[in-house]
T-cell receptor
């Protein structure tokens, strides 16, 4: 285990549903990330939080809404998703958001949008 | 444009055999390069990290090499085991700037008995 947990592990939702993904890290890190992983594509950085403040939003559609109530927890709220949003969503954490620090990944949530 | 390219895209080998995975990058300036292993249905887990000045680093049966002049890295797996079946992802950190890691698309390795 990497010290980063994600729930749920699998999620199937319709395009009109609203759901949330949860991530928790037990490593005492200050930075947390959301990534999208699609087949045969590199990981795509979605959001970065450093000390609970959002520092990066890589042109992610507004149907994805992150929330970081504290340095240990990160949420990704989903609403009116599209089928092309089906992917593995990975959460990661690191000591700091500087790129030289290693990121520790959770197991991911496999999302299927029907 | 900063990029990380990996080859081959997929690889099948017999248990016990060796294999080498390649990573070419154009990220500059460069801080470090990591190899991650990602099992199916799991998140990536770091195998090795190499800085600019390092040429080789081992982690058990995994040996990573780095040629910073040609911007190439390789991951050599010795005496493969069935549990080595996974995707191997090369990740490059630039020397400046926060957040922006550069990920390869990975090599899918399958070890068969």
């Amino acid at each position: 285990e990497t010290g980063v947990t994600q729930t749920p592990r699998h999620l199937v939702m319709g395009m009109t549903n609203k759901k949330s993904l949860k991530c928790e890290q037990h490593l005492g890190h200050n930075a947390m990330y959301w990534y999208k992983q699609s087949a045969k594509k590199p990981l795509e950085l979605m959001f970065v939080y450093n000390f609970k403040e959002q520092t990066e939003n890589n042109s992610v559609p507004s149907r994805f809404s992150p929330e970081c109530p504290n340095s240990s927890h990160l949420f990704l709220h989903l609403h009116t998703l599209q089928p092309e949003d089906s992917a593995l969503y990975l959460c990661a954490s690191s000591q700091s958001s500087v790129a030289t620090y290693e990121q520790y990944f959770g197991p991911g949530t496999r999302l299927t949008v029907t | 444009k900063n990029q990380v390219e990996q080859s081959p895209q997929s690889l099948i080998i017999l248990e016990g055999k060796n294999c080498t995975l390649q990573c070419n990058y154009t990220v500059s300036p460069f801080s470090n390069l990591r190899w991650y292993k990602q099992d199916t249905g799991r998140g990536p887990v770091s195998l090795t990290i190499m800085t600019f000045s390092e040429n080789t680093k081992s982690n058990g049966r995994y040996t990573a090499t780095l040629d910073a002049d040609t911007k190439q890295s390789s991951l050599h797996i010795t005496a493969s085991q069935l549990s080595d079946s996974a995707s191997y992802i090369c990740v490059v950190s630039p020397q400046t700037g926060a957040n922006n890691l550069f990920f390869g698309t990975g090599t899918r390795l399958t070890v068969i008995p």
